[in-house]
């Protein structure tokens, strides 16, 4: 059985070339609202399935899941390090920031 955030998935990808609007609907309307529109929901491969005849172009025939849109997690150590190396070369370019009276007195 497809979660609701499959589901709105799902109908995102469907939603490029039809529409169905996903927001403040519960799993059940959703699953009738895209059986209304022609298509049965395929829960093991996670796609949605046309019962109807190809009539006009811009209806798919089929709805396949579209990847996953997590972010990658971010490693602190490494992100710290680039910040550094870009401060580094900042001052680096410009060298007149080390005569200054603030940075004299932090070093």
Request: proline fraction near 5%; avoid cysteine; aromatic fraction near 4%.
């Amino acid at each position: 059985m497809l979660t609701l955030a499959e589901l709105k998935r799902l109908i995102k990808k469907y939603d490029e070339t039809m529409g169905i609007d996903p927001k403040g609907k519960s799993k059940e309307d959703l699953r009738k609202e895209i059986e209304k529109a022609g298509y049965k929901i395929d829960d093991k491969n996670k796609k949605f399935v046309a019962t109807f005849k190809q009539k006009t172009k811009k209806m798919p025939k089929k709805v396949d899941m579209p990847p996953s849109e997590k972010k990658k997690p971010v490693d602190k150590k490494e992100a710290h390090k680039k910040k550094d190396e870009a401060t580094i070369k900042y001052i680096l370019a410009n060298k007149h920031i080390l005569k200054d009276e603030r940075v004299k007195k932090l070093l």
